[in-house]
């Protein structure tokens, strides 16, 4: 099988400014295919065929309702699939978190995720919706605990199953990627002397992932080679969680 065929060919990726979103929508344009990047700020540092950014907070019902009302017409067509890439993670221990602190994680990772998704449905005529969890809503961590964050990431895992029962009548499927330590901007492990080379000792891969590692996984589940996989968390994480 050509797995390039069946990848989607208009695609609304967020947070693709940096990181795994920009990988996400830089594959799906060396396939050939068209992205609608949407960031925070409009302009995603990089242009190329295929590419069209608009700014957007993705927690902003109305911005994001405006640009997805927008997708059709700059995508040549309603979207094919949607992989929501855009979140923070914050981390803190318990009793110094304050409840804004909580709610702002909630408001982007929990509350984007939910109006991405919603937006996405009403946008799309079958195709594939991905979510981007953490393997935080799996495991604790005492390093760096952060129970906000690990609460927003359960939710969207939680959100993609309901959503994948929700919508598959409408021929929309719905799953989640939960990413373990990826090497990215707001990776935090690396600054703590040894920590890396600690973590890496203990996993079956022995390294870090990389944005590819996640992009591919993302890429799959909105293509058609994952026709019959939707409600699943799929962990990119080197083994983490079964170390």
């Known amino acids: 099988m050509d797995l390039t065929r069946t990848l989607p060919r208009r695609v609304v990726v967020t947070g693709a400014s940096s990181g795994i979103g920009r990988a996400v929508a830089e594959g799906v344009l060396a396939a050939g295919g068209r992205a609608l990047a949407i960031d925070l700020r409009a302009d995603a540092g990089w242009t190329a065929d295929g590419l069209v950014q608009r700014a957007g907070d993705v927690a902003d019902e109305a911005r994001i309702s405006e640009i997805f009302a927008e997708a059709p017409g700059l995508l040549g067509g309603a979207p094919d699939a949607v992989v929501h890439c855009a979140g923070v993670y914050r981390w803190k221990p318990l009793a110094d978190t304050t409840a804004d602190e909580w709610d702002a994680s909630m408001r982007i990772n929990g509350r984007g995720s939910f109006v991405v998704s919603r937006e996405a449905a009403r946008a799309m005529d079958g195709g594939a919706i991905v979510l981007l969890s953490s393997v935080a809503y799996g495991r604790g961590d005492e390093t760096e605990p952060g129970a906000a964050y690990a609460a927003s990431k359960g939710a969207i895992v939680s959100l993609a199953r309901q959503l994948a029962v929700e ?23 690396d600054a703590t002397p040894g920590a890396v080379e600690a ?37 990119v ?3 983490y969680l079964a170390s």
């Open 199 to 235: 973590l890496t000792a203990r996993l079956p891969a022995r390294r870090l992932g990389t944005v590819d590692d996640v992009a591919a996984a993302c890429l799959f589940l909105a293509s058609g080679a994952a026709g019959y996989i939707t409600g699943e968390t799929l962990h």
């Open 167 to 189: 919508l598959g009548g409408r021929g929309i499927r719905v799953n989640a990627v939960a990413p373990g330590m990826i090497s990215t901007p707001m990776l935090t492990l």
């Open 237 to 239: 994480d080197g083994g």
